[in-house]
């Protein structure tokens, strides 16, 4: 999958392959299963009023899931600095927990394909925000905000998104998920560490009609490991799981067509996948049993 572009580009999302066209942003689709935190209680729920103080000192609950009822401050209506207090508050955590715990105050954002660019050149959008997002934005906003020790937003999102020691630029920006896995510091393809994954050679950025997914002159060849999604649907019922994942969704079709990844999000103990979905038109919990029956197979990562 690839992080996409703005307005004028695009190419597919959340729901859909996250395909890019001439640099836009698409991502794919995301949900969650029954239960007291059930996604659509928590979509359709209009009490706001805060379950506490988002400027008081509180406890983090030790299932962070809870932090996706809308009783807790939504990110998209934090101030800067409410963001920062809540970076405080986390800031004891692990950074796997710190990361999820940002995805899971984001349940409820409105979906956009394409919502975050350079403020300039070939994409002018925001190179952050919080009142929209899409299945890449959420991994890069919920990592950049994880790392309280980098005190400038956009500077997180530098971290996480673009080539090191390049200038921010569209052409610089890391558009694959996997070729983000490998580059960004911030992220670690772990998927060959369970046991049945298999291996893809694909030639990034490389259509099969010659053609290119984004509009720079970028190409790479990558072996992509994935899990078959047979082997996944099952596989945390036999295999621990770490408490906190992230995940990419792929179609073979597509590794053939020089596209790594069709969608991404956070796993969260093995069960529930943090995405923001394209079909429901925003950030929502999925049973990931559920969700990886649409797909081939899965990747799976580390935050760092």
């Not at 996480?160 to 983000?180: C, I, S």
């Not at 290119?212 to 596989?235: C, F, H, K, M, Q």
């Amino acid at each position: 999958m690839r992080w996409f572009v703005g307005k004028n580009l695009s190419v597919s999302a959340c729901l859909l392959p996250v395909f890019i066209l001439g640099g836009l942003f698409l991502p794919a689709a995301c949900g969650r299963n029954a239960g007291e935190w059930n996604s659509e209680r928590i979509a359709q729920d209009t009490d706001h009023r805060p379950l506490l103080p988002s400027r008081s000192p509180f406890s983090i609950p030790g299932d962070l899931s809870r932090l996706a009822d809308t009783r807790y401050p939504r990110l998209s209506e934090m101030s800067e600095e409410e963001r920062k207090e809540w970076r405080m508050f986390l800031a004891k955590e692990p950074l796997p927990r710190r990361v999820a715990a940002w995805a899971f105050l984001q349940v409820g954002t409105p979906y956009q394909g394409g919502a975050l660019g350079e403020g300039t050149g070939l994409d002018t959008d925001p190179m952050i925000r919080f009142d929209v997002t899409d299945c890449t934005i959420l991994n890069l906003v919920s990592v950049s905000l994880a790392h309280s020790e980098v005190s400038s937003e956009t500077e997180a999102i530098r971290i996480a998104g673009y080539r090191p020691g390049e200038t921010v630029a569209f052409e610089n920006r890391l558009h694959f998920t996997t070729d983000r896995l490998d580059v960004s510091p911030w992220f670690k393809d772990v998927t060959g560490r369970f046991r049945g994954a298999r291996r893809h050679r694909v030639h990034l950025n490389r259509r099969r009609d010659g053609g290119r997914w984004i509009g720079i002159d970028w190409n790479r060849w990558r072996d992509v490991t994935y899990l078959p999604a047979e082997e996944a649907v099952s596989l945390f019922q036999d295999t621990d799981c770490p408490e906190v994942l992230g995940v990419g969704f792929t179609k073979r079709k597509i590794l053939d067509d020089g596209l790594d990844m069709l969608h991404e999000g956070l796993l969260y103990r093995g069960e529930t996948v943090v995405h923001a979905s394209s079909r429901r038109g925003r950030v929502i919990l999925e049973p990931f049993s559920k969700m990886v029956r649409r797909y081939d197979g899965v990747v799976f990562f580390e935050y760092r």
